[in-house]
Nanobody, 126 residues
Framework: QVQLVESGGGSVQAGGSLRLACAASRYGWSIYYMGWFRQAPGKEREGVATINSDGITNYADSVKGRFTISRDNAKNILYLQMNSLKFEDTAMYYC????????????????????WGQGTQVTVSS
């Protein structure tokens, strides 16, 4: 059973930074995709950033240049560094993964992912 536990959310003023972390229990999988997704009240969950086992990253246009996804394979932790935060970044942020898939046509699509964490809230005040 894969478990994903997010942390690092909080409240910050616009222009500030936060770093989210996702601790993943993973056993023996070397091919995978992992990603960060977010859902604001009244909106659908959307992809923010993804990374695969080859280190290939994808970002939503709305966060390019501001957010950086990375991973620590030794610790099985996925990170999301968020800089220059905007009010519209306010949402619940979720970590998700999918194993055994080497490539995806649409890695930011939520339907590609099987395991999900419980989420961590990010609130940006203007």
């Amino acid at each position: 059973q894969v478990q994903l536990v997010e942390s690092g959310g909080g409240s910050v003023q616009a222009g500030g930074s936060l770093r989210l972390a996702c601790a993943a229990s993973r056993y023996g999988w070397s091919i995978y995709y992992m990603g960060w997704f977010r859902q604001a009240p009244g909106k659908e969950r959307e992809g923010v950033a993804t990374i695969n086992s080859d280190g290939i990253t994808n970002y939503a246009d709305s966060v390019k240049g501001r957010f950086t996804i990375s991973r620590d394979n030794a610790k099985n932790i996925l990170y999301l560094q968020m800089n220059s935060l905007k009010f519209e970044d306010t949402a619940m942020y979720y970590c998700a993964d999918r194993y055994g898939v080497r490539s995806m046509a649409t890695p930011l699509s939520t339907t590609n992912y099987i395991h999900w964490g419980q989420g961590t809230q990010v609130t940006v005040s203007s």
